[in-house]
């Protein structure tokens, strides 16, 4: 897979804080990556490097296979950005703001502006000083869209809106995704992420802690597992890759190393199965399981 953004060894430090410690990602073609960490965990400092914002201390970060420092001119006319929270000219009505970021941008798609603008019902008519901070992200969010880049990066792009507007996001990024366009996205809607990420990277305290699709995240936790069976249930309790078990009756609940669920099955067909559910870690468990402590 063509490397889109590659990122090696990042360090940022402000002062003495160390900001970034050892960041390594990539994005490849036509992938969406979802980038999460809670509020302090590096991810807008990651993004603003990327960007050409701030300078790295130390590591490697290209766009386009061009460094993002050195060539961020360059790289800046084939991406779409939008923050988390947009500041805007509070003289400007939110059309005449759109119009200018798409011509800073060198063009865009009319038709589509006019079709987001619908989407995301905004009054394009309206001074920006008048919008709320939703109205503010919508603005941002349809200048994105309006322009035809090779990479978005999304920084907690849905800040604001209400759960209608995130749905109509979420769809505009899964035709931006069909159209084979590389896409990073920071958020703090988890199922947001499930929902469109290809894979997945988290990060903490600076450092990245688990990266990969969500299936070979999965691999790494376990699955919540419901049984009742014709047979004595509490046998199962002593199966290899049964964890915190618990029962009721003749039915239990436990958690179950994905890996020996295939065991765990055949035990429980020896008691007569009347019921098995298996349901997998979402990805609030697996976030949850570095951030627990």
Known sequence: MTEIVKIK???KKFGKFQALSDVTFRVGAGEVVGFIGPNGAGKS???RALL???KRDAGKAEIFGKDVWKDSLEIHKRISYVPGDVALWGSLTGG???DLFMKLHGGGDKQKRDYLIKRFELDPKKKSKGYSKG???KVGLIAALSVDSDLYIFDEPTSGLDPLMEAVF???VEKIKEAGKSILLSSHILSEVERLADRVVI???????????LDELRHLTRSAVTLATEKDVSKMETVEGVHDFMQKDNQATFSADNKYINDILMEATKLGVKKFEAVPPTLEDLFMRHYEG
Not at 203 to 213: P, Y
Request: overall charge negative; charged content about 25%; hydrophobic content about 30%.
């Open 9 to 11: 060894g990042l360090q």
């Open 45 to 47: 400092t990651t993004i």
């Open 52 to 54: 050409g914002i701030i």
């Open 96 to 98: 005449e703001i759109i």
């Open 135 to 137: 109205n503010r992200q």
């Open 170 to 172: 979420q769809e505009e």
């Open 203 to 213: 990060i903490r305290q600076g450092e990245i802690v688990e990266s990969g699709t």
